[in-house]
Nanobody, 125 residues
Framework: QVQLVESGGGLVQAGDSLKLSCAAS????????MAWFRQAPGKEREFVAA????????YYADSVKGRFTISRDNAKNTAYLQMNSLRPEDTALYYC??????????????????WGQGTRITVSS
């Protein structure tokens, strides 16, 4: 069973950058698609970005396209989310998740079986 631990969140100002990390332990993530989701106060969890298990394709929510970049380093068993030009509306608890082995990427939270505890990002205006 894999465990995921997110880190890198914090309090920043609009326009700043942050890089989130999702460190996996217990098994390799090299054959699993990875994704980031977020949940703002009072709102449902929403898709942010996903990367295929091979790392060749990435997918983004329209709201973050061009500002956020998802990546993975299978040698370090870690996924990342580089976030630039942060906006107050990016304020949320950010979660990483893994899908099924050799599975495709998805924008649906129900397709991801393992989740981290989340790391909080607050963007002030």
């Amino acid at each position: 069973q894999v465990q995921l631990v997110e880190s890198g969140g914090g309090l920043v100002q609009a326009g700043d950058s942050l890089k989130l990390s999702c460190a996996a332990s217990g098994r390799t993530i090299s054959t699993y698609p990875m994704a980031w989701f977020r949940q703002a106060p009072g709102k449902e969890r929403e898709f942010v970005a996903a990367i295929t298990w091979g790392g060749s394709r990435t997918y983004y929510a329209d709201s973050v396209k061009g500002r956020f970049t998802i990546s993975r380093d299978n040698a370090k068993n870690t996924a990342y989310l580089q976030m630039n030009s942060l906006r107050p509306e990016d304020t949320a608890l950010y979660y990483c998740a893994t899908g099924r082995a050799y599975g495709g990427s998805s924008v649906h939270a129900s397709d991801y079986g393992t989740w981290g505890q989340g790391t909080r990002i607050t963007v002030s205006s």
